[in-house]
């Protein structure tokens, strides 16, 4: 990865990253929620390794 892509990244101020980033995509959107579902409770219960994305 481009170190100076990383730093921008890591330094940008959250309302500076609708500049780096596209819109999500509204498939992306239409699933999006509020907690967690029966199935990915128990997924991640199995899982070894999950990454967690939260929005605003």
Not at 24 to 35: A, F, G, S
Not at 38 to 52: I, Q, R, S, W
Request: charged content about 25%; hydrophobic content about 45%; aromatic content about 8%.
């Amino acid at each position: 990865m481009d170190a100076s892509l990383t730093r921008d990244v890591l330094d940008a101020a959250p309302a500076d990253l609708g500049t780096l980033y596209a819109p999500p995509d509204p498939r992306i959107l239409k699933n999006v929620k509020p907690e967690l579902t029966p199935f990915h409770a128990e997924y991640l219960k199995l899982a070894t390794f999950f990454v967690l994305a939260t929005g605003r």
